[in-house]
């Protein structure tokens, strides 16, 4: 647990609170509005006989819809999320999962833009210099890291190397038990990266996975590649690997790590150290998303501020609704702080409770 | 509660990444244990890091490091060492062994002493193992033997060894390493992480370069990185755990052994004078290692040995961990031994095959409670036909089939088979296993399986699995 005292936010969380559920109204007018809404939550609202327009006051309101089905997201017509309100706009499709069977897929003209737009001003120039160019080393393909990395570079003044790993093909290699064919893949990778890195003096900030940093670094000093900042996500990170990069692989660089996904965006995380355990902590980019922790078993009860439960996630954004989606994660409840003065979550990993092993961290 | 930390190059390192071991009987936390991240692993094995682990290791001449790891013998059965930041003596460390194995400690205490015994011998272990190779060719690579140039090569610079945690006594097969000048990187098996880290601590008390000793423990997935990042492996564990390593020839695999007693044509009547080999081949250790008896293969009587080694080992029975007539030890984890007892239940609803010692248990389970412990006990079944699926199992206890065959069958069909106590005076029966491919170990006459001389190589040679002989020629003056 932190040892930070912790400073009076009621002042600063109420006002967050009202601006949470003041844009839940604005992003249930726009999605039930029949001018503006998608034919998914059109037709939900017709099937469920309730406006929610009408009903929903704000953020607890939301309780009314039940969890979101990650199901609805698999199979078409995908064009059945696209708001009306946003017809004719150019629309990029991105999905989650997708080893076996058919994929989750969102929609998105320019959320995550403007996901890694806020998310930008929350890096340390000092450490992602403005002018910087990026290496993006990690899936790409169909998922949304891929134009959202180089938007973030682009927005910063810089411009992005890219270098892709199928996760897909590396969690079928592992099903396979394919472990050398893994570790080759994995060198074919860092293999690509460091030709870049080393021909392009001015890519200093990093966007990798756990697992892809790791193995650059065994094979080259974050320092001699003159990588300042490293932003680091796509799979569960530990405390433990929290600790063993700041230690031993950072070498002076900042270390960013994000809790993100498609389907709600991108949270942001809060600096800890030891004296937190180098606990990773996160906050949600409120009011665009939510991230709340809940009973395992009891799904609608928010458990107490350092009790473990499941994720629970919330996407408010005139391109997305998605209310009550419970993730394939548990973590514990934190308590918000200045930066972010609502609830974060510390240590998310796996969800415990699935009767069969979530085959995670693989890339 | 105690902890026991990684140790990287010798120095401890406190994981934020811990597992709590239970003591067997409780069930409550009794040691928790750091546990190694896989990049932390992989960069500490980086094969720079792994030169240097045995470059500390070389600047020491092998009559040093023999002499040291003779010293490491004594401290490690009789002094007290660090284990984490508490002291530990071997009464300390028979009880902790035993309060997480189950393994009652007159057993470990056994199993200590035949680590002790391997290191405090391990010049004769290694005049063995190399056949007596003057071992200052070790120091400068190259020598000269009855006139023949001689040279010798490391395979590998470290020795990463996934450990199971079932019995102390296969950390013997590894413990002569250090003084092959080759480093040691150990993977303690989830319940029994004392050993490893109670002998590093003895050589290290011994003098040894701590540079030389990594102790990761870790899981399943980071075991496996040590294996192909080390130069040379050692893996112990079931066929499923074990096989993606069968033909990898860097890594050594100690499977299940399938060990047996034979009883050539010559001695068959004689059965009854060997009944004291079968049993003690079978039970002793609790049946524990790979060098326990999980069969009897005989070319008549089968029935009547049978029915004389399940009276004889239903005897057997559950006492309390500190008795010093304990010689059965209870499962860790209950479902294991339940796991198991099915496994033997569903076989034995195979037609021609019946656990003899049923009759001796009063009918009842062969899992048993005692004192918070759960056992199996001994089970001996007779099998009619070596087809049967019980004729050639293995498990972890006190369990073997009696087979009746034909004389000319043996030894093919006894399939691979880690250890047979021949028991035939019968020149002919005896040269067609001295010919057999699948027989490893070969113990003539009424010797026990599971008596091991140290000297002679345990599926494969150490001494050969660490060092390759080389070519050399040298210019003629």
């Known amino acids: 647990m932190s040892t930070t005292t912790i400073p009076d936010l009621t002042a600063a969380a109420a006002t967050a609170r009202e601006r949470l559920d003041a844009h839940v109204r604005e992003i249930v007018q726009w999605h039930f509005d029949p001018a503006t809404g998608c034919d998914f939550w059109l037709d939900w609202a017709k099937q469920a006989g309730w406006d929610p327009r009408q009903e929903v006051k704000g953020y607890a309101d939301l309780e009314r819809f039940g969890n979101f089905q990650d199901e609805w997201l698999r199979g078409g017509p995908v064009r059945k999320w696209v708001p009306k309100g946003y017809a004719g706009k150019p629309v990029s499709l991105f999905e989650t999962g997708g080893s076996t069977g058919v994929p989750k897929a969102r929609i998105n003209i320019d959320d995550f833009r403007t996901d890694y737009e806020n998310f930008s001003a929350t890096l340390p120039d000092q450490f992602f210099p403005k002018g910087a160019d990026w290496m993006h080393i990690g899936p790409s393909g169909p998922r949304r890291l891929r134009l959202a990395i180089e938007h973030l570079a682009q927005h910063r003044g810089g411009i992005c190397f890219m270098v892709d790993l199928d996760p897909r093909w590396v969690i079928k290699l592992i099903k396979w038990g394919e472990i050398e064919m893994v570790e080759k893949y994995k060198k074919h990778v860092i293999d690509q990266a460091l030709v870049l890195m080393k021909a392009h003096p001015n890519i200093q900030c990093l966007f990798t996975t756990p697992k892809l940093l790791e193995a650059l670094c065994e094979r080259a000093s974050l320092k001699q590649l003159g990588i300042k900042g490293v932003f680091c996500g796509g799979t569960e990170m530990t405390p433990q690997f929290h600790r063993f990069a700041q230690e031993e692989l950072m070498e002076g660089a900042y270390f960013a790590p994000t809790y993100g996904n498609t389907l709600m965006g991108l949270a942001t995380h809060r600096e800890t150290g030891p004296d937190e355990g180098y606990a990773i902590v996160y906050y949600p980019p409120a009011p665009r998303a939510m991230i709340e922790v809940v009973d395992k078993e009891q799904t609608d009860r928010v458990v107490g501020y350092g009790e473990t439960g499941r994720v629970r996630l919330t996407t408010l954004t005139r391109e997305f609704f998605m209310p009550r989606f419970l993730e394939r994660d548990e973590a514990e409840r934190e308590r918000p702080c200045e930066r972010y003065p609502w609830d974060g979550v510390r240590n998310v990993r796996p969800f415990s409770g699935f009767a069969t092993t979530v085959v995670e961290g693989v890339y | ?477």
């Open chain 2, 1 to 477: 509660m105690l902890h026991l930390p990684i140790l990287r190059f010798g120095q401890p390192y406190r994981s934020l990444d811990v597992a709590t071991v239970p003591d067997f009987r409780t069930r409550k936390p009794y040691v928790s244990v750091s546990q190694a991240n896989g990049g932390l692993v992989r960069r500490d094995l980086l094969p720079q890091n792994q030169a240097q682990m045995r470059k500390a290791l070389d600047a020491l001449p092998v009559a040093e490091l023999i002499a040291r790891t003779k010293k490491a013998a004594e401290l490690f059965a009789h002094e007290t060492l660090p284990v984490g930041d508490q002291a530990q003596t071997p009464a300390d460390y028979v009880r902790q062994v035993s309060a997480t194995t189950g393994l009652p400690h007159v057993m470990v205490r056994r199993n200590l002493e035949k680590i002790r015994g391997v290191m405090e011998n391990v010049d004769v272990v290694l005049a063995g193992l190399t056949r007596g190779l003057p071992l200052e060719i070790l120091d400068s690579g190259a020598g000269e033997i009855a006139g023949h140039a001689m040279g010798f090569a490391p395979r590998g610079d470290a020795l990463g060894v996934v450990l199971p945690s079932n019995s102390p006594g296969v950390h013997a097969l590894w413990a002569p390493t250090i003084a092959l000048k080759t480093a040691l990187v150990l993977k303690p098996g989830s319940a029994e992480p004392w050993s490893p880290y109670r002998i590093i601590q003895a050589f290290l008390a011994a003098g040894m370069p701590s540079e030389a000793f990594g102790y990761y423990p870790t899981d399943h997935a980071s075991a496996g990185e040590i294996l192909r990042r080390c130069g040379r492996g050692m893996v112990f564990g079931d066929v499923s755990s074990t096989k993606r390593w069968a033909k990898d020839p860097r890594v050594e695999v100690h499977g299940p052994g399938y060990s047996k007693v034979v009883i050539g044509p010559d001695q068959a009547d004689d059965w009854e004078r060997y009944l004291d080999v079968m049993a003690s081949s079978i039970a002793e250790n609790s049946g524990r290692s790979c060098v326990n008896a999980s069969g009897v293969w005989v070319t008549k009587h089968g029935r009547a040995i049978a029915e004389a080694l399940g009276e004889r080992l239903a005897r057997v029975v559950p006492r309390a961990s500190e008795d010093p007539e304990a010689d059965l030890a209870p499962f860790a984890d209950p479902r294991i031994a339940e796991r198991i007892s099915a496994m033997v239940d569903q076989g034995l609803r195979e037609p021609g095959a019946e656990d003899v010692t049923m009759k001796h248990r009063g009918g009842r389970s062969r899992v048993a409670e005692f004192d918070g412990g759960t056992y199996l006990l001994p089970t001996i079944v007779h099998c009619d036909s070596p087809e049967h699926p019980l004729a050639n199992r293995e498990f972890l206890f006190p369990f073997a089939s009696v087979v009746e065959v034909p004389e000319e069958s043996m030894p093919e069909i006894l399939g691979p088979t880690l250890a047979v106590a021949l028991i035939s005076d019968d020149e002919a029966f005896r040269r067609r296993f001295f010919a057999s491919h699948d027989v490893h170990r070969l113990n003539l006459g009424p010797v026990p399986t599971q008596r091991v001389a140290w000297d002679q190589p345990h599926e494969g040679n150490l001494f050969e699995h660490l060092w390759a002989r080389r070519a050399l020629q040298r210019a003629t003056a």
